[in-house]
């Protein structure tokens, strides 16, 4: 089940590609289900858990059933209200996702 639109959660994004499905499709479960950005540099993607809190150790990312535009360079960034945002992982050309419905998972580990 998709917490987005059970409103558990809030997505919001600088920049949605005309491609793209509604931005809740980001936290769906089926590979058909994809996202595009308008293909510029700095391009964010936030999901608000609300007045949940989680201790994450590990996320996963899926990429779209085409060829090519592999997500390469990102940050994964956290903060509790109030504070000030603290950096969980910081990926440079990685190539994990290399396919068409590729998947990865990613630890976390934070001090």
Not at 30 to 38: E, I, L, R, S
């Amino acid at each position: 089940t998709n917490p987005c639109t059970l409103g558990l959660v809030d997505l919001f994004s600088s920049g949605i590609g005309t491609r793209s499905q509604r931005i809740q499709h980001l936290l769906g479960t089926k590979c058909m289900d994809c996202y595009f950005t308008t293909g510029t540099l700095g391009v964010w993607v936030a999901v608000d858990l609300k007045f949940v809190r989680l201790r994450l150790s590990h996320y996963t990312l899926r990429h779209v059933d085409v060829h090519g535009s592999y997500l390469r360079d990102w940050v994964l960034e956290a903060k509790n209200y109030g504070e000030e945002w603290k950096i969980l992982s910081t990926h440079t050309n990685d190539c994990a996702l290399n396919a068409p419905k590729s998947v990865a998972n990613f630890e976390v580990s934070v001090a």
